[in-house]
């Protein structure tokens, strides 16, 4: 896989979320289920006054790849990317660049949020304490999908299986 396959692994992550946005801060006081309440409520609100959102995040997908690629290409070091785009309250600042030029409402960023790229791994996490999700990047171009982690070996041997037609139910992508 090269530096682009990665970069359109994360970008696209992003963009897939932004249409099914969640509100979950894993706060389960009161004070935690009133922010809860009105943090849905802006997203539904942003939802419905949106207007063509796939088009906009057609731009902000665009404008992600442009501006990390334009950071990789400062890079010399000819190491894999390692790259985090996340979200506490509020998406981080290449998040908000992206999202800004294509109109997008910050409010439709899934909170507690993380997509990254580390040790040619692409992992993804969208809400407090969600499931993990492993992209492992195949021979042949396609990505395992799985919460699975395990050793190198494990996953070696998962790879091996679907590339040989025995997919044991595992999403690839």
């Known amino acids: 896989m090269t530096n682009q396959d990665y970069v359109k692994k994360i970008v696209d992550l992003w963009g897939d979320a932004l249409l ?9 006081s009161l004070l935690g289920g009133l922010v809860a309440v009105n943090g849905l409520s ?20 665009c404008t992600l790849t ?40 910050h409010s439709l960023f899934s909170i507690k949020s993380s997509v990254s790229i580390r040790n040619g791994l692409v992992t993804s996490s969208f809400g407090y304490d969600s499931t993990v999700n492993h992209y492992y990047p195949m021979p042949d171009g396609r990505w395992l999908a799985t919460s699975l982690n395990g050793s190198d070996e494990d996953i070696l041997n998962l790879i091996y299986h679907a590339m040989n037609g025995n997919e044991m139910n595992l999403l690839i992508e």
């Not at 509100?23 to 389960?28: K, S």
């Not at 290409?73 to 506490?88: E, V, Y």
């Not at 981080?92 to 109109?103: P, Q, R, S, T």
């Open 20 to 28: 099914t946005p969640k509100f979950d801060n894993g706060d389960t």
């Open 42 to 61: 802006d997203i539904k609100n942003a939802l419905e006054n949106e207007g063509d959102l796939k088009s906009k995040i057609e731009i902000f997908k």
């Open 66 to 105: 442009k501006i990390i690629n334009e950071r990789l290409a400062r890079d010399l070091s000819g190491l894999p990317p390692n790259i985090k785009l996340s979200t506490d309250y509020e998406p981080c600042y290449l998040l908000k660049i992206a999202a800004n030029k294509a109109g997008i409402n």
